[in-house]
């Protein structure tokens, strides 16, 4: 781990924006980004994410590079793994654990083999029979969801087998892996974690009901609760699953857990390698809650800088 000093030395590429269906919130995130780092004196320069990425944190100079991609392409292990071949440390996740976070299905998989609580699910893959899946369904609502997407999109809450029908099209656009989740009703809460530590949990209150991407990103549209008034017990075992799931899936730097919390449980629904960092985004409001600043917050990630394979050798456009 490199001090901050050390780091203010370096070149810092802020990776933002990308390909993904996430890219405006991402640009969002980056900017914020960098625009603290910026102020706290470090040598950060924002890069907007192509197919030439490359070449572009070769023109910055880049020394290390904080990840503020959301979705795919960013999120997914990809950018993490060119990084790897550059020789450049990154912020947060490493490549499986990011490609495994993604994948709301392996995730899945990993929590129930190591007993965490979630909620139970079929999958639908592209070319599959949609009717077999809806037959399987035999209590409404349920929630359907692209395996690899987030910030909601393409999600849908089915109360009948006609929405069901028409919410696996919509997923089917987004991802050629489709999750039906049951549906839990209660309470939605969110745990940031940070280097390893749950922070303070938040209780999120859409103003409609359900969190959709309208709801997480127009300010005022949704009311967070912060701490979340869960009874002590509950709320340290909600900490405990978002501490747990981090180590199951080898999870670096910051990431964000989402629950559902009915009664006196709470189900594991994913996990999130690269948090959003925008003005209404919740790891920064739970951070805030803790006594980390948002400058301070930016400035602990990049902190962590690092490469799943610091040994190798760094990549070289040497002509031979």
Known sequence: ????????????????????????????????ILGALQQEGYRAVGIDVGRDLPVRLAEAKADCAFVALHGRYGEDGSVQGMLELLGIPYTGSGVLASALAMDKALTKQLLLHHELPTPGYHLLTSGGDPGELIEKCRHFPVVVKPVREGSTIGITIARDRKELESGLIEALRYDDTVMVEDFIDGLEVTVGVLGGEALPIIQIVPEQGFYDYTAKYTPGKTEFILPAP????????????????????????????????????????????????????????????AGIPFPELVQRILEQVSLDYPGAPAATTEKK
């Open 230 to 289: 869960l009874e002590p017990r509950l709320y340290n075992r909600v900490q405990e699953v978002a501490e747990r799931a981090c180590r199951i899936l080898g999870c670096r730097g910051a990431a964000r857990v989402d629950f559902m919390v009915r009664q006196r449980e709470c189900f594991c629904l994913e996990v999130n390698t690269v948090p959003g960092m925008t003005a209404t985004s919740l790891l920064p409001k739970a951070a805030t809650e």
């Open 1 to 32: 781990m490199m001090t901050r000093e050390e780091l203010k030395k370096k070149q810092v590429a802020v990776l933002m924006g990308g390909m993904s269906g996430e890219r405006e919130v991402s640009l969002r995130t980056g900017k914020a």
